[in-house]
């Protein structure tokens, strides 16, 4: 009975635990969604206005060009309601005979009066005139002009006098004044505009203009827009007739939806903030500052909203997701060790960032933590290995320092090639006098305070004062050549020491036996991120075998004994070096390449990433950022 009890306590301790762990993640989770709910609501509302504003602009600039086309159009009615030439036409009457005169005249009007003032063909023209005599003049259609045009003409009350000389514009309709109607809906519809014209001369009206401002235009000032936006685009009337639309249907019918219309027309003013007036459609209207006409916007909400509205559903099914999946998870993450486990691998994590002293406290006297304990002992050993491998490599570096400066004097160095120099000149030779200021010029360039990427400028006055010891020795037999553009490298760096073993490198192979002067030429160039190097020389050059070696020995360090013994009347450093050197600091394989032919010459091509003063810290060295760049961004192939 006593181990049945404790079994039911255990049990319903676990349940408990289970209970609490549920209700936790439940107390997180239920806050979590009222909070993305609250935002997502918040952003779809600012996602509403924020499109209204961006689209506000654009509809505004739609209402500016349809001003624009209408302006242009009253411009010309102004511009032909007092026309001289006009009158002659006006004043005729034409008897059933004399039709074809009537039809003459019209051309004559259209093309000699009309288009003189439009020679361009860009401004809209007078599509008819309708006479006090009740003559009608259609230059769209000459030879339309029935009983049934002129019937419809006065069926829109054109000689109404209380209009007085006021234009009026008429709602979408066909265009009664073509006889042929086009079968694109767009074409066939159109919006008449008329105007009484007054004669103060004859004291009467004169005649009355027509414009049939076809559908299509008014469309083209706001197609653009009406292809870009998930809705549609409708230009009314005051009293909300149909003027165009981007929606071929509404065109096609000519009205406008009453609910619409409704909505519009109880509104005062523009709109200008997105609102929701007609169930889940946002709505805009710009008013045109020319006449009465109203530019109105009406895109659906989910249409705006559509991305978010996805987010948020799909977020909402995450989240049950995780309820159930939480739900299953329970009965594993209960048991206690859970935080020192936790503590453990958050431990782990300071180690591989680098902290080895990220120790763990000990409490539990089980497995857990015996494992806590073997850790911690396993980062006692390792940090006691590192501190003495550390103290012993720091000891060995500063006593292989001291060797090497105890080897070298720099200003006893200096002092003693100055001793020289004067020397030289006192016993009249100024020859040795040179050479021991190119000597110590190439000892002081090459320690570059201790730098290892230089100028390229400092790179090749370090050459050139190589060259000027050469040239001492070998006088005419010697002739160097610098085919570069220093403008171009006056921004350039390069590891230093690399240009002299290179050009030293033409005298060991090239200089012994020659029977003619040997030119060494040195060009510098950059190509595709990379700097370019080539020493070509005209010297003895090497057969193939010979090539083979000194390329193995570039790339591998093997010389035969012969080669060792040539290379200790050198520098020392060599080609093998310097490719050594490159792919050590930048990483790059294959940077030193080298071709020769017996008899011919040799060329030795050195290839480093650009690197310009943009790379270089405030010390003078090479940035870390610079350096990742060229051992990672910059491989070649």
Same mark, same amino acid.
């Given at each position: ?23 936790? *993640? ?17 952003? +779809? ?37 007092? $026309? ?5 036409? =006006? ?12 039809? @003459? ?7 000699? *009066? ?37 019937? +419809?003409?006065?069926?829109? $009350? ?97 009205? /406008? ?7 519009? /027309? ?6 200008? #903030? ?40 799909? =977020?909402? /099914?995450?989240?049950?997701? &995780?309820?159930?999946? &939480? ?19 958050? %431990? ?60 070298? $004097? ?21 020859? *040795? ?60 760096? %390069? ?9 030293? $490198? %033409?005298? /060991? ?23 370019? =190097?080539? =020493? ?10 010979? @090539? ?16 060792? #013994? ?43 990433? +650009? ?13 870390? %950022? ?12």
């Amino acid at each position: 009975m006593t181990m049945n009890k404790k079994k039911g306590q255990a049990k319903k301790r676990n349940i408990g635990l289970k209970r609490r762990m549920l209700y936790g *993640i439940l107390q997180v989770l239920i806050p979590v969604m009222v909070i993305i709910t609250t935002l997502f609501w918040h952003t +779809r509302k600012v996602m509403k206005q924020e499109y209204m504003r961006t689209t506000q602009s654009r509809i505004t600039d739609i209402a500016n060009k349809i001003d624009a086309k209408l302006q242009d159009i009253y411009s010309v009615s102004d511009n032909f309601a007092a $026309n001289d030439q006009l009158k002659k036409y =006006i004043e005729k009457e034409y008897s059933p005979q004399e039709q074809l005169y009537k039809k @003459l005249d019209i051309v004559k009007i259209y093309s000699n *009066i009309f288009g003189a003032y439009d020679i361009l063909n860009q401004r809209e023209r007078i599509s008819a005139i309708y006479t006090y005599k009740g003559e009608l003049f259609n230059f769209l259609d000459p030879n339309n002009d029935t009983e049934e045009v002129i019937r +419809r003409l006065r069926a829109m $009350n054109i000689e109404d006098p209380d209009l007085l000389m006021k234009f009026r514009w008429f709602s979408l309709q066909d265009n009664f004044l073509l006889s042929d109607r086009p079968a694109k809906v767009r074409e066939r519809k159109a919006v008449m505009g008329i105007r009484r014209i007054y004669s103060w001369e004859k004291a009467r009206y004169e005649y009355v203009q027509l414009f049939a401002l076809k559908e299509q235009d008014i469309y083209e000032q706001y197609r653009e827009l009406a292809e870009s936006i998930p809705g549609d685009i409708y230009v009314i009337s005051e009293n909300g007739s149909l003027i165009s639309s981007s929606n071929e249907k509404a065109v096609e019918s000519g009205e /406008l939806s009453e609910k619409l219309k409704a909505v519009i /027309l109880e509104q005062t003013g523009d709109l200008n #903030e997105g609102w929701e007036a007609l169930g889940n459609q946002m709505i805009q209207v710009k008013s045109s500052d020319v006449n009465d006409w109203k530019i109105v916007m009406v895109v659906p909400v989910k249409s705006v909203t559509k991305e978010v509205d996805v987010l948020y559903y799909r =977020i909402f /099914l995450v989240m049950v997701a &995780c309820v159930g999946l &939480c739900t299953l998870m329970i009965f594993y993450l209960y048991k206690s060790f859970m935080d020192p486990i936790g503590k453990l691998n958050a %431990s782990m994590k300071e180690v591989y960032g680098g902290n080895l002293n990220a120790y763990v406290e000990v409490k539990q006297k089980n497995e857990v933590g015996d494992m806590i304990r073997y850790y911690n002992s396993m980062l006692e050993r390792i940090n006691t290995h590192i501190i003495e491998g550390l103290q012993s490599d720091r000891k060995k570096k500063e006593l292989e320092l001291e060797v090497l400066m105890s080897q070298i $004097n720099p200003h006893f160095l200096y002092n003693t090639l100055e001793n020289i120099v004067w020397m030289s000149n006192e016993a009249g030779r100024p020859d *040795i006098g040179r050479t021991a200021a190119s000597l110590g010029r190439m000892y002081r360039l090459s320690i570059s305070g201790g730098q290892v990427i230089v100028p390229m400028e400092h790179e090749i006055e370090h050459l050139m004062a190589y060259v000027k010891i050469q040239k001492n020795r070998y006088k005419e037999d010697f002739e160097f050549d610098l085919m570069t553009d220093m403008r171009q490298i006056h921004e350039l760096y %390069s590891l230093k020491i690399i240009l002299q073993p290179a050009v030293e $490198n %033409s005298f /060991l192979y090239g200089m012994t036996g020659l029977k003619h002067p040997m030119m060494i030429r040195l060009t510098v160039k950059e190509k595709g991120g990379w700097v370019m =190097i080539k =020493i070509m020389d005209n010297g003895r050059g090497m057969d193939r075998e010979k @090539l083979k070696e000194v390329r193995d020995q570039i790339r591998f360090g093997k010389t035969s004994k012969d080669e060792e #013994e040539q290379n200790r009347r050198s520098t020392g450093i060599g080609l093998h070096s310097i490719e050594a050197r490159i792919k050590l600091y930048f990483g790059v394989d294959r940077a030193v390449s080298i071709f020769s032919k017996k008899d011919t010459g040799t060329l030795t091509v050195i290839r480093i990433p +650009r690197i310009t003063r943009e790379d270089m810290d405030e010390h003078g060295n090479m940035s870390e %950022s610079s350096k990742s760049t060229a051992l990672n961004g910059k491989k070649r192939k």
